[in-house]
């Protein structure tokens, strides 16, 4: 009989410290990243070393926040799925009040709607406190729709997931209009850190970014993402904090800046879909546990005052491993010399007999 308790075992180390201030924490903190890639490390710890050099650090601005569920109806027609959305517009007090018998800290922040032929998509937004959110979205959309159905004639059940949420996948909709918490991180580094601790130039920073991660996502018919690696910190993360590493998926799409002023770096990362919460499934492992509380976020915060700490911090690390790649991709060969000294030693001394 399988054991299901069995935990599987991904290498994790702290790196850092990075320093971090904006409008939610003013913090100096080491991160955990649990990762088969092991040049993420140093990667990553050499962006941290970076933010420490600047006064401010890395400044985080939370944009806004929302979890979302999308839900489907069929109508008799469209002029009827018409009439069904002025219909719902104009009960949202009363949508309101029936999201919030659904717990404590979920609440209605709108709706979105697209209507195909006789199709009704409807795009319900929530705050959802200090978890993540996915059920308690799936748990209001469901008693939504219930009384939707219930009260308004025409119309009929089609989904309580309709793919205009949209959850873990990439699609335009999640970078327009945003799910999870929306991040902006930016670091101004002096033209003097930037030859000594990245070996390179803020021109040559931005340049690569435009040649790279702008004309290069275009031409591979990316969707609203224009960034290196993400991905990497991201799961990294996630996996670290009890995250769902899924949502990677949607949460690695976004734009990264990089301004050359007066030999001076200013260097952005932009995550409109950064989906976290520090409660919830996943968070009861002690290993998540341990992590959650040296990272300051088991603190007595009003409602998600954890999760939006977590979040900035998990937008400031994406920023410290995406500088580190793209300083490392100015120079010739460095990236694969990095790899091949950390991940094959065994490599590098057979070629050095």
Same mark, same amino acid.
């Given at each position: 009989?399988?054991?299901?308790?069995?935990?599987?075992?991904?290498?994790?180390?702290?790196?850092?410290?990075? /320093? $971090?201030?904006?409008?939610?924490?003013?913090?100096?903190?080491?991160?955990?990243?649990?990762?088969?890639?092991?040049?993420?490390? !140093?990667?990553?710890?050499?962006?941290? /070393?970076?933010?420490?050099?600047?006064?401010?650090?890395?400044?985080?601005?939370?944009?806004?926040?929302?979890?979302?569920?999308?839900?489907? @109806? /069929?109508?008799?027609?469209?002029?009827?799925?018409?009439? #069904?959305?002025?219909?719902?517009? =104009?009960?949202?007090?009363?949508?309101?009040?029936?999201?919030?018998?659904?717990?404590?800290?979920?609440?209605? %922040?709108?709706?979105?709607?697209?209507?195909?032929?006789?199709?009704?998509?409807?795009?319900?937004?929530?705050?959802?406190?200090? #978890?993540?959110?996915?059920?308690? =979205?799936?748990?209001? *959309?469901?008693?939504?729709?219930?009384?939707? %159905?219930?009260?308004?004639?025409?119309?009929?059940?089609?989904?309580?997931?309709?793919?205009?949420? +949209?959850?873990?996948?990439?699609?335009?909709?999640?970078?327009?209009?945003?799910?999870?918490?929306?991040?902006?991180?930016?670091?101004?580094? !002096?033209?003097?850190?930037?030859?000594?601790?990245?070996?390179?130039? =803020?021109?040559? &920073?931005?340049?690569?970014?435009?040649?790279?991660?702008?004309?290069?996502?275009?031409?591979?018919?990316?969707?609203?993402?224009?960034?290196?690696?993400?991905?990497?910190?991201?799961?990294?993360?996630?996996? #670290?904090?009890?995250?769902?590493?899924?949502? $990677?998926?949607?949460?690695?799409?976004?734009? +990264?800046?990089?301004?050359?002023?007066?030999?001076?770096?200013?260097?952005?990362?932009?995550?409109?879909?950064? $989906? @976290?919460?520090?409660?919830?499934?996943?968070?009861? %492992?002690?290993? &998540?546990?341990?992590?959650?509380?040296?990272?300051?976020?088991?603190?007595?915060?009003?409602?998600?005052?954890?999760?939006?700490?977590?979040?900035?911090?998990?937008?400031?690390?994406?920023?410290?491993?995406?500088?580190?790649?793209? *300083?490392?991709?100015?120079?010739?060969?460095?990236?694969?010399?990095?790899?091949?000294?950390?991940?094959? !030693?065994?490599?590098? *001394?057979?070629?050095?007999?």
């Amino acid at each position: 009989m399988t054991d299901t308790s069995l935990v599987a075992g991904v290498p994790m180390k702290w790196v850092g410290p990075v /320093r $971090i201030s904006g409008d939610v924490a003013r913090v100096e903190t080491e991160v955990p990243l649990a990762t088969y890639e092991s040049p993420l490390w !140093p990667s990553v710890s050499r962006g941290a /070393r970076v933010s420490m050099l600047v006064e401010q650090g890395i400044v985080a601005t939370l944009v806004n926040e929302r979890m979302t569920r999308s839900v489907l @109806v /069929r109508a008799a027609d469209a002029q009827t799925a018409c009439l #069904a959305v002025l219909e719902i517009d =104009a009960r949202l007090d009363e949508l309101r009040e029936i999201t919030r018998r659904c717990g404590r800290f979920v609440e209605l %922040l709108g709706f979105h709607h697209e209507i195909t032929a006789n199709l009704l998509f409807l795009r319900f937004e929530f705050s959802t406190g200090d #978890a993540s959110g996915h059920n308690m =979205a799936t748990l209001a *959309a469901d008693a939504l729709l219930a009384h939707l %159905l219930d009260t308004i004639p025409g119309i009929r059940y089609g989904s309580i997931s309709a793919n205009y949420c +949209t959850d873990k996948k990439a699609t335009a909709v999640n970078g327009i209009l945003g799910r999870g918490k929306n991040v902006v991180t930016e670091l101004l580094v !002096p033209r003097e850190i930037v030859h000594q601790r990245l070996h390179t130039t =803020a021109g040559a &920073v931005a340049e690569l970014n435009v040649h790279k991660n702008m004309i290069g996502t275009l031409l591979a018919g990316g969707i609203r993402s224009a960034n290196a690696h993400y991905a990497n910190m991201l799961l990294g993360f996630y996996l #670290a904090t009890g995250q769902d590493a899924a949502n $990677i998926v949607e949460g690695s799409q976004g734009v +990264t800046v990089a301004e050359d002023r007066d030999g001076d770096l200013y260097f952005s990362c932009t995550l409109p879909n950064l $989906i @976290v919460g520090t409660v919830g499934n996943g968070k009861s %492992l002690g290993f &998540v546990e341990e992590n959650m509380t040296r990272l300051g976020c088991r603190a007595e915060r009003e409602p998600g005052g954890n999760a939006r700490r977590l979040a900035v911090i998990c937008a400031a690390t994406v920023l410290c491993g995406e500088l580190s790649l793209l *300083a490392a991709q100015t120079n010739q060969g460095e990236l694969m010399r990095a790899h091949l000294r950390l991940e094959r !030693p065994s490599s590098i *001394a057979t070629k050095g007999e």
